[in-house]
């Protein structure tokens, strides 16, 4: 079944997670996955799971991909689930389309706090606002009695879509940050805190019914759908290459998938944490994906060695890609807000500027409200005859401000990239430093991807700006 909700913060990922945690518990073999663009969510559900947790989203990676990943995941296990995004029917494409598209019964997750008939009306209009959508049912969260849990099933119209209530109760929610949920891997009880919301599921009609009566799905192949990417068909145009990559609490945002793609590509993989102190892998071109630069700026300032390493391996030509997160390492400076949102340590909420690693001039300042947000597209190559576009988003809460021109822009679905175009985010060539805020899904693209590791110089895209 799909988990969507009215809106962001309802309690998805915290019910997603607890149901794969009750199911996998019991001895099932469950496989999570989380619709649309996300790299902290499913964290958890790779907790609750034991399980690569893969993104299913209708543009970004694809319905062949999506389609193929669902039927591989469903061979092998006992139950699928997938979170949502945001609100059930927002984004486009949205939950509700992967949902229409696979025929995925969709668990609707209310938080009914200060809500009685009310609820009623908000399953009901989830149900019916578009015509041919797959329903499971309803789920109340944050209810604060038996009572009240009663108040919400009596507003149905059907009170067999009850399907149990969860209490409110601080224990069961997960911690967030600005970027959204804090790392499960950053907290101690992280698997106590989903066994704690597993038992109470447990006893709801949900937790209690039994397998063969929950929602049966058939992920049948469709001609074209293309490569399963379980067995991708990929030209090995990175084989005898070792690609380092950044692997810790700074610099965790790494999709299961583009670690697969590397390596049926034909690389090796050598991972390595900057903040533990490793040094840099004997390599012929570095990764340094996204996460939390700001959490841990002191600690990454520190890193001279990491960066004299960084700085010797690009002066030998060596590429370096770095998304996001890793960029704002490589700019000479980082500015914090000085908060718990944003900084390990809480200065007193006064802002501070870290020395970076100097690989790109100009400086990073974390901003108070969201700076970038959506799906992108980027075209590259090594040659102009052979260009490639690599699918992906952006997502990030801190501006760039230097003198280097960027060398192309990203552009959003259905728009053309361009030079200095203001629908996407800014590409930086640096010698063999190629760094953007743009979050890349390699799947979409093996060959532009094996551009980026390249050491030959990439071809971009230059048309006329566009709004």
């Not at 296990?77 to 949205?94: A, K, N, R, W, Y």
């Not at 690989?359 to 992108?376: D, E, I, T």
């Not at 259905?414 to 799947?443: C, D, I, K, M, N």
């Amino acid at each position: 079944m799909l988990v969507a909700a009215p809106a962001s913060g309802q309690g998805k990922t915290t019910v997603a997670a607890a149901l794969a945690r009750l199911h996998a518990r019991q001895g099932r073999r469950v496989r999570a996955f989380k619709c649309g663009p996300d790299f902290l969510d499913p964290h958890w559900l790779a907790l609750a799971t034991g399980a690569p947790v893969h993104s299913l989203d209708l543009w970004m990676t694809g319905e062949a991909d999506c389609r193929a990943r669902l039927r591989a995941a469903a061979r092998e296990c006992d139950l699928v689930i997938v979170e949502g995004v945001m609100g059930l029917f927002d984004g486009t494409p949205s939950a509700a389309d992967l949902a229409v598209r696979f025929g995925l019964p969709v668990l609707a997750v209310i938080d009914a706090h200060a809500m009685a008939g009310t609820f009623g009306a908000l399953a009901y209009g989830l149900q019916n606002f578009r015509p041919g959508l797959p329903w499971a049912g309803v789920l109340a969260n944050r209810v604060a009695s038996e009572r009240h849990a009663g108040m919400l099933k009596d507003a149905l119209r059907e009170p067999a879509q009850w399907l149990g209530a969860l209490p409110r109760d601080a224990g069961f929610t997960l911690p967030e940050r600005h970027l959204g949920l804090v790392l499960a891997t950053e907290l101690d009880d992280a698997m106590a805190r989903l066994d704690a919301v597993a038992d109470v599921l447990a006893t709801t009609p949900l937790g209690l019914m039994p397998v063969a009566q929950l929602p049966q799905v058939s992920f049948e192949p469709v001609a074209g759908d293309g490569i399963d990417p379980a067995d991708p068909a990929v030209p090995p145009l990175l084989a005898g290459r070792t690609i380092a990559i950044a692997r810790d609490a700074a610099f965790s945002f790494i999709y299961p998938a583009n670690l697969d793609v590397l390596t049926a590509l034909g690389a090796r993989l050598s991972f390595f944490s900057p903040l533990a102190g490793d040094a840099l892998p004997a390599c012929d071109a570095v990764w340094l994906p996204g996460g939390y630069p700001e959490l841990h700026a002191e600690a990454l300032s520190a890193c001279t060695p990491m960066r004299d390493a960084l700085v010797a391996h690009v002066a030998a030509g060596k590429p370096v890609w770095a998304e996001c997160g890793g960029m704002m390492a490589l700019f000479d400076e980082l500015a914090t807000q000085g908060n718990a949102q944003d900084s390990a340590q809480d200065h007193g909420h006064v802002p501070r500027t870290h020395r970076m690693w100097g690989l790109l001039p100009g400086k990073v300042s974390m901003q108070k409200r969201l700076a970038g947000l959506g799906p992108q597209q980027l075209t590259l190559g090594t040659h102009r005859s052979h260009m490639h576009t690599l699918r992906g988003h952006t997502f990030h809460y801190s501006l760039a401000d230097t003198p280097l021109p960027p060398a192309a822009h990203t552009a959003r679905p259905g728009l053309t990239q361009a030079v200095g175009a203001r629908s996407g985010e800014a590409l930086y060539v640096h010698g063999p430093v190629r760094a953007s805020y743009f979050h890349a899904w390699f799947a979409s693209s093996p060959q532009a991807t094996a551009c980026l590791f390249s050491a030959m110089p990439i071809e971009l895209e230059r048309h006329a700006t566009v709004d």
